[in-house]
């Protein structure tokens, strides 16, 4: 269930923050503001990263179902190794596809035809959750490539030579990393500069007196009242949108899991998918966010 707070509003009404998802869409765009972002990326890797800009994609979007789309930063980290920051508030039915996609794409795009390989950056992937992907207990899961030994189970080790001889990189330097946060599956209290961005992420809530690198800059940035009167209603839609989204979401699973009971697994998951359809039918959702949402094909949609 979606119980979590969706802006924190303290002991003083001044000190009220803006999501994290909306503010990185519209407000941290403006490269005065990138700290925020560059904070929250430096805690994850641990160490110094620099935004060079917000990428044209589909976040970008400014029409009436931006509300469900995403945004993609590039950054640089120490060795100029480029990272992808995307920000995810829905659900999608391919989301790791997608995911794939947007890396592969990162890295041909930075590099030049016939330019050799060894010109080839690495690429981090960062995936703000708002939505369950899947089970698990913990929430940030980091993945990465590596080679195994099919009967020894030995972890491929590439040689390499130093001293100005040509040196072959490590399977660790080269191939993509992938995080996940699964910003509602954190129920701790916050201790750690990881922790209390993960928590604001969650709950819109910055510790007063933070250390963590970025959210001094979001305390100061992003506080609510600091909007104009047209910002601050687009927010409050931005938000009631969310909550009836999570609403029909949830009601869905429980009609889907009474179903499922009755008329067996199979069909109850299949139940949960079209009232998940018709719901968000009924409060006027676009065919496309629709079957992403419920797995079912336009086609089906349609017809409901």
Known sequence: MHTEPLYSQTMNEDNKYIRFDWAAKRMLRDKANFGVLEGLITVLLNEPVHIDEILESEGNQQDGDDKFNRVDVKAKNSKGEIIIVEIQLTRELYYLERVLYGVAKAITEHISLGQKYDKVKKVYSISILYFDLGQGADYLYH????????????????????????????????????????????????????????????????REHTNAPGLNEAREKLQYLSMNKAERQAYDRHIDNIMVQNDVLDTAKLEGRAEGRAEGIAEGRKEACIAIARKMKEIGLDIQTISQTSGLSEEEVEKL
């Not at 001889?165 to 916050?190: D, G, Q, W």
């Not at 750690?192 to 928590?199: N, Y």
């Open 143 to 206: 993945g990465q490539n590596h080679f195994v030994g099919v009967h020894t189970k030995d972890t491929l080790k590439i040689n390499s030579k130093e001293n100005d001889v040509i040196r072959m990189k490590a399977p660790e330097e080269i191939f993509p990393e992938y995080f996940l946060i699964r910003v509602n599956e954190f129920n701790k209290v916050a201790t750690t500069p990881l922790e209390e961005w993960i928590d604001y992420l969650k709950t819109g809530r910055i």
